[in-house]
C-alpha cells in the first residue's frame, strides 16, 4: 500500500470521528464551557486566588489569617466549577472521547502487530476478552 493510501484513510478516519456522536457532544460541551460568563468567572477568579495564595505562601512573615481565607475561598470556588452542570458535561464529553480514541488505537495497533495491547487488569470483569 502506498503511504498516501494511508493519509487517504487517517483523512478519512479523521472525517468519520469529527461525525461521530462523542466527538460532536465534546465539542457542544467545549462551546457551552467557552460561552458560560459565570463559569468562565469562577475559573479566572480561581487561578487569582491561586496566584495570591502562592504568593503570600512564599512570603517571609505569612499572614495566616489570609492564607486560611484564601485557601476557603479556592476550596469554595473547586466545589462550585467542580459541580457546574457545564463542567460536569464537559468532563464526561472528554471521558466518552478519551475512550472512543483508546478504542481506536487498540483497533489499529491490532491490526498492525496481531495483538491486542496489553491492558490485563486480572480482573475478568473488565476484560473485552483475551483471545
Known sequence: METTNIFELAAALGKALKEDEKLVR???AKKAYES????????????VQQKALQGEITREERDTLFIDTIQKRIDLLYRNIMEHPV????????AE???????????????????????????????GGCH
Open 36 to 47: 458560560d460568563g459565570d463559569l468562565q468567572k469562577m475559573m479566572v477568579e480561581y487561578e
Open 97 to 127: 472521547v478519551n475512550e472512543l480514541m483508546n478504542a481506536v488505537n487498540s483497533t489499529i495497533t491490532f491490526h498492525i502487530t496481531g495483538e491486542q495491547p496489553s491492558s490485563c487488569t486480572h480482573d475478568c470483569s473488565t476484560c
Open 87 to 94: 463542567f460536569l458535561e464537559l468532563n464526561e464529553a472528554q
Open 26 to 28: 465534546l465539542e457542544a
